[in-house]
């Protein structure tokens, strides 16, 4: 890869829980990645515009107060749609059929709460490095 990779990350939904989503911000950023944070209460439509906009490498979306799955699916639907080839990464709380439907929908990874952060990191940098 010729430059940082950049990676979005969003909040989805209702969701204003924002500690864990900064902290993966700040060890992207100091690990090399551009980090682009959309902050709070974001729906899909805003994250995939955004990513297309700023040439993510990858797109990290976050809830801990529900929807992830559906949020997280509509995303990559979205993506999908616009010919976007750009991995999603989810994080946060979800029931386990949720977290299968992500990932059958084509969401990369799933964390749930209490991930180690250098395991985030490496998945980032994991799926940039394989599209670049």
Request: proline share 4%; aromatic share 4%; glycine share 12%.
């Amino acid at each position: 890869m010729s430059r940082a990779p950049r990676v979005v990350l969003a909040k989805v939904g209702l969701d204003g829980h924002d500690a864990g989503i900064l902290l993966i911000a700040k060890r992207l950023t100091a690990a090399g990645a551009e980090v682009v944070y959309l902050g709070k209460r974001n729906l899909p439509d805003a994250i995939v515009a955004a990513a297309i906009a700023e040439d993510a490498d990858a797109v990290g979306v976050s809830s801990l107060s529900g929807g992830l799955g559906e949020f997280g699916i509509e995303v990559v639907r979205l993506l999908a749609d616009r010919a976007a080839d750009i991995p999603v990464i989810s994080g946060g709380i979800a029931e386990d059929a949720e977290v299968r439907a992500l990932l059958d929908a084509g969401v990369t990874h799933h964390f749930g709460p209490g991930e180690p952060i250098a395991d985030v990191v490496a998945k980032f940098f994991e799926v940039t490095a394989d599209g670049n």
